[in-house]
């Protein structure tokens, strides 16, 4: 290894400089990560950040209904705990109250005496017993507001929610069948044509890259209604269904293409000339030195066109409802999710799941391309070949 | 490639072939409450081998009960019903009926958009027979049937949406225990609703919750208020002008309905958030304050579907209640208006299943089921009441037919740029302080634009 | 679902076999008609000359046709619908153009756009750089490239929620979920409504494309310095050159080329900005982009094909300097093969 940088106070710079950006970037993603674990009430009560620690939070719990009164001496008694029954939370009360204005009106353990000669205690544990000389009627019990300090609650529900969907599995292989082929495809085309473009004769070849990099613009909202018009005609006159796997490969081939042609073309282009030259004059035609020599060598480039093409296409929602159905059989994944969002737009707890269930696979294709970005690649080559 | 063409349409062809077989959620013949005659007779229809596909905005649980509603339709015709539907569904309607592969039946909750689409030709029209009935079996029949009416291509007025399932949006939702505790009463005329928020900022507390974010709607539930304002002040007339801009935003009725939801929305003592907060909440989030301890607002004005936004296990009915929106005592002689929404199905590709579809919706025991899936309202005379799932259904769909005044949503039925467009940016510049009056000359600026 | 994975793999191998399938057989079908070891001499000469002429086309041959049907015939199209009325039928001249530019709201978007363009282009570009520099020599640098890169990975749904929780503004006094209001509450500010502050908004939203796109600036100049031969670095350090000199006389000039392409491609990208404005704001408290303002006027209630049509136009326009520029490089590059 090099030794430059190798300054002790330096690197420990460098290291801390690093941990700040890598801090600030992922910040929001741990919101996010967070979000999804907790309760779906919590997420849009509190700050994430919150769901750390234990806070004291204002409850409310309901006491038991007339139902469950019991007499003793004399009295009628309703007794239960406000920390049963509902979501298995546990915790301590400090303060409790029975109307919703004041919530935290009486210190726990103690007795209050409400209307009609009725007394109620609500102890730290969340005991509470309800005294009236007269006979309960009300079937639905009252409202008992307390304060209390709960530890930090996590739950896999929200995840639950969406990977034991109905139909998720086929549409994760749906997304795959559309994505693996939307991103080769792409690749090799742009790979032969970003050589012809870098180190092959032709004429109007600045037109030809300066076209390609106008066409980078093209928003893609405006190209939908004439491909789809296009799509219509042709698959009518072949007799087939306009909306297929073929058709969505090449919709995603055409809007990735200009990119993929103009990252690698100056990627090749700024491979040693002498290189190409020495290949040439050995007899090799462009297309043996495209296939021993150029492919080789732009490695890294294709992996990093191979990341952005494959989260592109993976993420995708546009193109897919417009070019591929709907039916089991072609919905994708991010239409699926979209779908269990609800009519009226998404609920924080699956809109955060799913964030995170969508993000697996690019990042596993992230990892293992990682490997291809390595210093050397290109002398080691050059000496070998 | 060519090879791939006809692999990938086998493989569709063999999907195709093994249709899930439908088990239906409610056995025939087993529940009285529901019209079973009519199950028999569309068994007559036969659609064997016929695909229906309908495009629709519902995703999540609406989709599970539209599922539930088609599977008698399969069950009954043989006909193989495709549904489908996307998050950006009005611009994909756009997108596959203008390049010609649009489903057989779009379902559409803007009539402004079937105009917009009729206007261009691509909807087939509904038939005069269909028009007759709904005057004859809707409550306020005329008035559905003018809401699915709108110019074609030719320029002839035609019948093209036909109105199933229907939202009331006219509602004020509020936790009867918290109004309990605090000794509030339910208001009876808008001036006891202002007299009660002026009584709540007394105590301490907040009385309203307003939301209008929505994303890339954001705006949408002031238009709301707005419109349930212009029928508790104009007659009908004026509300119906305003829609089609024969009566302009800049008009003093107008600019006093925005003055009224101004004096609730821009008022920082009445909401929670202040008027800073309200364009910026999320809609979904903002009834949840109903529920915290101590309640950040008292009420909360949202249509019918909002209880799905309720933190879970909340009861309709003991935990949370709704109130009628209350009219002015002072304009009495308007009387009970009521402001609702709904969803039109419209033939984008005609067929004879998609017809024979059309014919379905008009049969009881379509509106029926979902009636007692829950989430729908119909005004369909002959649908059972007891169908309803639960009694707040049954007391929204009373409220819909014991109403004066029906009327649809405004914003709905303008053009979609104002309706969904400068109307609800106007209403987020106009809580973030502009003037009523700025306001409208800027949303009527936008009307003047369209050609 | 057995079916499904199979029918799955097959697609998959016949579309990518396809593919391989034309380059392979394409070249060698050349070979085969134009034999470069012919007989004799002078029509190996022809025939080489013939595949020096016909080979660049089979290389570029897919690539054109599929951007021909793919991009050029929609601009054509656009162009053609930019001077007609909104449902296509009636030619109507300029009047969509005059209309534009005579609108407010086009207005506020190509300011909004220049905007943008002035500063995320430059921002993630420069933040990308300094990344893969700094990260170029850590023993985890990869795991902190991965965490930047991760961003780029989220949907942008899921990117919408996260600013959620970033931006979120509840009423004074209440507990904040967003962030900066629970920072700023905290420090005993007001909170404020961030995605409604005109202006300033705009920054806001111009933050989330430069959180997401660093990652794609880092990855990319990451491997472009990956390529950057160790035996350059190695006799600039035994020179004595200090860790500035090495990037900006080492580093910078060797990969200037990519420097370039990252910049193109945000620019681009900036352009035609349009999710994170219609997930945030919708175009609301003066944030509108052009993109955004042709996605409305085309698909928002039946749709205005004519001016969506002459937005979209006006977007394409806006990436003629751009192109002349790249022009330019591409012709110095050749003189100096």
Redesign the interface.
Known sequence: MLNRLRLEPSRILLNLAVIFIIALWTFPTAGLLISSLRDKNDIAASGWWTALSSADRKQVGRMKGSADQVEKDGKFVISGNLFEGGDGTSGKVSAFGTKVQTPSANAAGSTVTLDAGQTLTVNVDGSYILTSPTKFADERGGRIFFVSSQPPRFTLDNYQSVLFSEGIGRSFINSLTVTIPATIIPILIAAFAAYALAWMKLPFRGLLIAIIVGLLVVPLQMSLIPLLKLYNAAGYFMGVPSKTYLGIWLAHTGFGLPFAIYLLRSYIAGLPKDLIESAQIDGANDFKIFRRIVLPLCFPALASFAIFQFLWVWNDLLVAIVFLGSGPDQLVLTGKLNALLGSRGGNWEILTASAFVTIIVPLTVFFSLQRYFVRGLLAGSVKGG | ?K???????A??AL?LATPALAELKYKPGEDAKFTWANLDALKKVDLKGETLTIFG???????KHVQVMLDYFREATGADV?Y?????Y???V???T????PANISVLP?P??I???A??GLLAPLTADDAKWMVENYGAGQSWVDLGTSKGKDGAKNFYGFSYKTDVKSLVWY?P??FK??GYAVPKTMEELIALSDKIVK???KPWCIGLG??????WPATDWVEDIMLRTQKPEVYDGWVNNSVKFTDPAVINALDIFGSFAKNDAYV???H??V????F??SP?GLF?????CYMHHQAS?IP??F??GKKVG?DVDFFYFPTFAAKADLGTPVLGAGTLFTITKDSKAARAFIDFLKLPLAHEIWMADGGFLTPLKSANPAAYANDAARKEGAMMASATTFRFDGSDMM???????AF??GM??FV?GKSSVDTAAEIQKAWD?L? | MAEQIIYAFFTVIIGVGGCFGYFYGSNWLLDRIFPANASNDSSAVRNLKMQSMIRPWLFLGPALILLSVYLLFPVVQTFWLSFHDRAGDKFVGLANYVWAFNDDQFRLSIFNNILWLAVVPALCTLMGLVIAVLTDRLWWGNLAKSLIFMPLAISFVGASVIWKFVYDYRGEGQDQIGIINAIVTYFGGSPQVWIALPFWNNFFLMAILVWIQTGFATVILAAALRGIPEDTLEAATIDGAGPFKIFFRIMVPQIYGTILVVWTTITVLVLKIFDIVLTMTNSQWDTSVLANLMFDWMFRGGGDFGRGAAIAIVIMVAVLPIMIWNIRQANKEQSGH
């Open positions: 490639m090879k791939v063409l006809f692999i990938s349409a493989f569709a999907s905005p519902w995703r999540g649980d609406d989709e495709k489908s539907s996307s998050e950006n009005e611009q994909q756009v997108i596959d203008s390049a010609g592969s803007q402004g958009l105009a917009d689409l206007g261009k936790s225990e918290n505790d605090a105590d301490g507390g929505s994303g890339g709607a954001t705006g929670d958030g202040g800073a907060g364009a910026s909440i999320d979904r989030d949840k915290s301890t101590p309640p950040k579907f799905s936004f933190p879970e003991t053009p979609g740029k104002i309706g969904a467009g609800w940016t987020v510049d973030g634009a050609k």
